[in-house]
């Protein structure tokens, strides 16, 4: 790598550290300056414990008559006469072991804390990524590999947040290295500048540990064809056991599978590498300044309490430089994150403030396209200049063929998405200006392959309007003639469908999701092939239940089978992304354009009557 890509590194390793603790600060102030008061009280009593060691040797040599031989001992000595405190053997024991506990119940709580912090940060990154996700433009999310998304609301937060703890842990260590370092120096100046000096050459050669970041950056980028890969394969079993696919797909996750492991395994020897070299070099040390000190002239108990001091000294720089690696290891995944929120923020649908929105209940009068065009990033134009009025109460039909255009234009509907040129008036008002929540909660939407949770067939009914009744479910399934089949199965209502309703056939789930929406009863009722899967009786029966609807709600009605929409109030034929015919069923066989052909393919005549 370049000293160019060094500088790089270095300054985005700096930009990320500091987004992450302004996040921390903005949301957490006081999770983030807990850990770091108990750093500070526990580098004081570590401190404190520390410096009782040389009075403890001095009270062993002489137990009777303890005679300090340090300035350190006699600063106790002092202390503990002002409290009317002996200078004895036992009140020093009881002193170090108060000191001790005290000590270890600040390390409890410091436990306590950070994973407290770590929990609060990770669920609300978690929660608030996601409901970005939620709240994004449906062309970027479909832009996304699902694998990817998964991979960063799951395990990159997870690695993003376990970041932040080794950096407060970094702090801790730190922290208490330096009161180790104190109390050293109180002892023997001369031999904690010899420790530093001799320090000095292992942190200077360790400041830079961009191979570790460029490493956490493979493993977040391997996490991230990992996840993608399990999610693919697990979405198209099916096809995978149809085309005898089972030896490929297992090797390619296998690939995928082991890249993630081969990186997180040099990582850990990365981290690894560096402890044993500093464990050989600072027990080199210990020994060197042991050697120093034995022909220095310093006390037999200062010399002793200095090298135990120097021993608990050195798994805290250890742990310094360990959780810095593995901050720099996982600060990647954070960059993840962030980059993503970016992302999914600049992708939002515009939203006019709270002030400024209106919360529609009813459609009053019509909902109009007034030269509507759109166009998606990846796949050009979809719409050009579509003016088209449908009036409340009015069932419109949407034909053409495949790609024309026709999902596209209800997803502008539904607001899925935002035109790209012109504006959707709902009532007069730019669909822009309606609380989005309050306009689809008008709105009943049935696509051709529906989405079904994981969950009771009930259920999945009932997320169409949560305050409706057991009843108000049944009315709904028998409109939707899907009453019978559901009695049919294991356990009736209370059924598991499993992940996207597998469990069901296609047109058993189609009128599942006609029965969730029929159950919102909305003002407006989108069908996107909704009937495509049902047999002549079912959808005949289906039809009736919708005849009966359309004196009560605007229905906009997509379909290829045609005779779906003959009884239509009006029929839009759309071809390339333009509106070339527009009429009901008589008028546009009559002057036997477009739609005349779509039906006489159908058909094979053009009946009129």
Known sequence: ????????????????????????????????????????????????????????????????????????????????????????????????????????????????????????????????????????????????????????????????????????????????????????????????????LLTLPIIYLTRKRKEIHTKGTEISQANERFQSATVEFFIGLREIKILGLFGLISEKFYEVASSVSTKERLLAVLHA??????????????????????????????????????????????????????????????????????????????????????????????????????SYDDRGSALHAVDLSIPKGQTIAIVGSSGAGKSTLVDLVVRFYDPSEG???????????????????????VSQDPFLFNDTIFNNIHYGKLDASAADVMVATKRANAHDFIQEMPVGYDTVIGDQGVMLSGGQRQRLALARAILRDPPVLILDEATSDLDTRSERLIQDALDQMRRERTIILIAHRLSTVESADQIVVLEEGHIVEQGDHQELLQIEGKYAEFYALQYGTHRTG
């Open 423 to 445: 504006e959707i008036l709902v009532d007069g008002v730019n669909l822009k200006f309606l609380d989005i929540a309050s306009w689809r909660s008008m709105i009943g939407y």
């Open 1 to 196: 790598m370049s000293s160019v890509a060094n500088e790089f590194t270095q300054e985005l390793i700096q930009k990320m550290t500091k987004r992450l603790l302004q996040y921390i600060l903005k949301n957490y102030p006081f999770y983030f300056f807990a850990p770091l008061g108990m750093a500070f009280l526990l580098a004081v009593v570590e401190g404190a414990g520390m410096g009782m060691l040389l009075p403890l040797i001095d009270g062993l040599q002489s137990p009777e008559a303890i005679v300090p031989s340090h300035a350190l001992s006699k600063f106790l000595e002092q202390i503990l006469a002002y409290f009317n405190m002996p200078f004895t053997l036992p009140v020093l024991f009881i002193v170090g072991m108060s000191l001790f506990l005290i000590q270890a119940i600040l390390e409890y709580l410091n436990v306590q804390v950070s994973a407290r912090l770590i929990d609060k940060i990770q669920t609300s990154i978690r929660v608030n990524l996601f409901s970005a996700l939620l709240d994004a433009e449906l062309s970027y999310v479909n832009r996304k590999k699902v694998g990817d998304l998964v991979n960063a609301v799951v395990v990159e937060t997870h690695r993003g947040t376990v970041a932040f703890n080794h950096l407060i842990n970094a702090f801790v260590s730190g922290a208490l290295a330096l009161a180790y370092l104190v109390v050293a120096f109180v002892i023997s100046w001369q031999l904690t500048l010899m420790a530093a």
């Open 273 to 374: 590498r560096f402890a044993l070299i500093y464990q050989v070099v600072a027990l080199a040390f210990l020994f060197l300044i042991a050697g120093v000190g034995t022909n220095a002239a310093i006390s037999l108990p200062a010399m002793a309490a200095f090298l135990a001091i120097l021993y608990r000294l050195s798994p805290q720089m250890t742990a310094v430089q360990k959780n810095r690696d593995k901050y720099l290891g996982l600060l990647p995944s954070f960059e993840v994150i962030d980059g993503l929120q970016a992302e999914v923020d600049a992708s939002r649908l515009v939203h006019v403030s709270d002030l400024e929105k209106i919360r529609p209940e009813r459609l009053q009068t019509e909902i109009e396209f007034c030269n509507v065009g759109f």
